[in-house]
Structures are given as structure tokens and as C-alpha cells.
Nanobody, 126 residues
Framework: QVQLVESGGGLVQTGGSLRLSCAAS????????VGWFRQAPGKEREFVVG?????VYADFVKGRFTIFRDNAKNTVYLQMNSLKPEDTAVYYC??????????????????????WGQGTQVTVSS
């Protein structure tokens, strides 16, 4: 089993930055892929970024968000810069045992990831 715990969310003004953390515990060495999703009120959970055999970003965050890992700390980070009000959402860390190339829509769907954190709220004020 793998447990994921997010932190780092909060309130920020438009143009500001936040860094989210996802601490993994358990059988973390078996994780083949990790990623971040987000869910805004009234909307479906959507893919933000995933990293495995390669790293893929959703178009709406390219150039603004960066995912990186600290394997020594079993932690994955999401650095979010130039935040916009439309980035307001609950952000979820996700993990899966299988490695992914993120070459098709199914690999970036919520069903492609088995392990989930509880989410952390990000609010961007205008």
C-alpha cells in the first residue's frame, strides 16, 4: 500500500506562486508514476501533470507549473507560478504502480492512478 499526503495549498493573489508537496509512505519504491490532478467546484477532476517514463503537462499549465521529485524524501512537488483565478481548485496527488508514457487520454484519466491523497485547496484571488 502507498499513502499520499498533500500540503502547501492556500490563498494567493493572481500572479503569485505556491509549492504543493506530496509526501509518500509505504511501498513507494514500487510507484511507477506520480501526478497531480485538480478539481474545481462543479467540475470533474482533471489531469494537471504526470511524470513516469516522461513528464507531460496539461496545456493550461505549461510554462507555469513544474513537477519535481525528491526521492530521498519520498516527496513530489508541484511548483505553481503565475497563478490565475481559474487555477482555483482542490489539488490531488496521485500515484500508480505502472509506468506510463502518457501517450493517450486513458493514461491521464483518474482511473489510470490507483493511489490518491486527500487533496489540498488552492485559491487564487483576482
Amino acid at each position: 500500500q502507498v499513502q499520499l499526503v498533500e500540503s502547501g495549498g492556500g490563498l494567493v493573489q493572481t500572479g503569485g506562486s505556491l509549492r504543493l508537496s506530496c509526501a509518500a509512505s509505504g511501498r513507494t519504491l514500487n510507484l511507477g508514476a506520480v501526478g497531480w490532478f485538480r478539481q474545481a467546484p462543479g467540475k470533474e477532476r482533471e489531469f494537471v501533470v504526470g511524470t513516469s517514463l516522461r513528464t507531460v503537462y496539461a496545456d493550461f499549465v505549461k510554462g507555469r507549473f513544474t513537477i519535481f521529485r525528491d526521492n530521498a524524501k519520498n516527496t513530489v512537488y508541484l511548483q505553481m507560478n503565475s497563478l490565475k483565478p481559474e487555477d482555483t481548485a482542490v489539488y490531488y496527488c496521485a500515484g500508480d504502480l505502472s509506468r506510463k508514457y502518457f501517450s493517450n487520454p486513458s493514461s491521464t484519466s483518474t482511473t489510470s492512478f490507483h493511489y490518491w491523497g486527500q487533496g489540498t485547496q488552492v485559491t487564487v484571488s483576482s
